[in-house]
Structure formats: structure tokens, C-alpha cells
């Protein structure tokens, strides 16, 4: 929380509130669009996500309206008000993010939560930061970068380990990543032994240094990745979004 300048007694209320409700579609019951807000002034639904939407939608939408306006009325007698830019009532058919995650319905109905586009810019633009490339860098020669001659090379070692603390802990926040696509972590790891790559040849690293400089030769160097820390912890198979009466229905996790 922080106070706003115009309004000393007022308190901006960030992404606290979520109001999941569930909609069971007239031709498949499986595909149920949800409203969420985050800490919401407003209740304003993207017109893509209500074109060709049945009558029930709309009247949804109000229920959400309603759940919004009382929400704000709750929070200003706290002397409490709700952020306007980050409000909204959004379909998962649609897809939205919240809190570092996108949720996303696939074909088969499933609810899937992923990394979200402002999240993964932030991963690597902190990952392009750990591994630089000095201005004046001398170029090795491939026959340079064996294993045994890397292990000696404490800036190579010193950059590898900051990297793979950083893996942790940014995994530690996204392990709640819940998709059934394989190449989902593979991506995070490329592009970091990519970054390494470039880091430790002072050049774009492509070609035959991508085969000096294997995947199997950062996990000598005791490269950490993303990969490895989630297929570490117990897989969940993905489910379909809680329909009306489920418990635990009215917020999603």
C-alpha cells in the first residue's frame, strides 16, 4: 500500500481481491469464462470476450458489477480505494494476468496458468544483466573453452553461479506453473546457456560453439535450470476451471 499525494487519508488498495465466477456455456458445460479484478473500480469487459456471448454472460457480467461495487463501498469505509488501472472483468477464454501469471483455457476446456509476457521480459532482462559482455572482451578460441580450462575461470564460475541462484529463486515464485506444454521451461533454459554462450565468447555464440559449449558442459559448471527445478516437484494433471456448487468455487488458485 501507498498513500496517494491528492488524497492523504486514502490508501491505493493494490492486487488483493479476486472474484472468480464460474459460467456454464449452453453448448458445453466444460467451458466456463470467469470475472477476477484486482482491487477494482470499475467493471469494464473487453468486447472481444463478449461478442457472440449468450444472454447468461451479460447477466454475469452484472453480478460481477454488483460484487465490484460492494467491494469498493467495503474498502471505503476502511479509507481505502481501489486502483483504476488495474481493474477489470475478464473471461480466462480470453485470457488475463494476474500477479506474474497468464490464465488461459485451452481446446479441452483445461485451465492453464503460465508466465506472463511482462514477466518473462523482466526474466530476461535480468538474465541479459548477470551475463554481460565486456566492451574490449578477447575473443577465445573454441579449442579454449574446454571443461577442464572453464572450471579454472572464476569469472565464467562466478557468473554461472549467480545465474542458478537466481533460477531458484525466481522458480521458487513460478513453480505454480501449470501447462501441459513441454516446451514451456526448455524456452527459459535456452535462452539462458544461449546468454551464456555469448558471455563467455564475446560474440553471438552460434554454430560450432554451440557444440563447445554443450547443455551437458553447463551442467558440469553446475548451471541450474529451470527444467530440472520443476520436474523436481510433484506434477498435477491439469483441470477444468470449478463450475457452479464446486467448493471452493468462487476463487481461483
Known amino acids: ?6 488524497e492523504s487519508q486514502q490508501t491505493l488498495c493494490g492486487p488483493v481481491l479476486q472474484i ?12 466456463s469464462p470467469s470475472a477476477r479484478t484486482k482491487c477494482p473500480s470499475s467493471a469494464a469487459t473487453p468486447a472481444a470476450a463478449t461478442k457472440g456471448k449468450p444472454r447468461k454472460w ?17 474498502l471505503a469505509g476502511l ?25 488461459m483455457r ?4 483445461r485451465l492453464q496458468k503460465v508466465v506472463s ?35 579454472r575461470n572464476k569469472r565464467v564460475l562466478a557468473m554461472i553461479e549467480k545465474v542458478s541462484q537466481y533460477l531458484r529463486d525466481w522458480h521458487g515464485y513460478f513453480h505454480g506453473v501449470r501447462t501441459d506444454w513441454p516446451g514451456h521451461w526448455r524456452e527459459y533454459d535456452g535462452y539462458v546457456r544461449q546468454r ?9 555464440a552460434k554454430g560450432r560453439w554451440q557444440r563447445t559449449l554443450s547443455n551437458e558442459l553447463f551442467v558440469e559448471l553446475g548451471l541450474t535450470t529451470a527444467t530440472a527445478l520443476h520436474s523436481s516437484l510433484p506434477q498435477e494433471p491439469l483441470k477444468a476451471a470449478p463450475g457452479p456448487g464446486y467448493p471452493g468455487g468462487s476463487r481461483m488458485r
Open 1 to 6: 500500500m501507498r498513500k496517494d499525494a491528492s
Open 196 to 204: 551464456l554462450r555469448n558471455a563467455i565468447s564475446g560474440r553471438y
Open 117 to 151: 509476457r511482462k514477466s518473462r521480459r523482466r526474466f530476461r532482462e535480468r538474465i541479459r544483466e548477470l551475463t554481460p559482455r565486456h566492451a574490449g572482451q578477447k575473443r577465445p578460441k573454441a579449442k579454449s573453452c574446454k571443461l577442464h580450462r572453464l572450471r
Open 58 to 74: 451479460y447477466s454475469l457480467c452484472e453480478e460481477a458489477g454488483k460484487a465490484l461495487e460492494t467491494a469498493q463501498q467495503v
Open 20 to 31: 472468480a465466477l464460474p459460467l456454464e456455456w449452453a453448448s458445453d458445460a466444460a467451458s
Open 79 to 103: 479509507k481505502l480505494r481501489l486502483h483504476p488501472e488495474k481493474t477489470r472483468v475478464a473471461a480466462i477464454d480470453a485470457g488475463f494476468d494476474f500477479l506474474g501469471y497468464h490464465y
Open 106 to 109: 485451452d481446446k479441452r476446456g
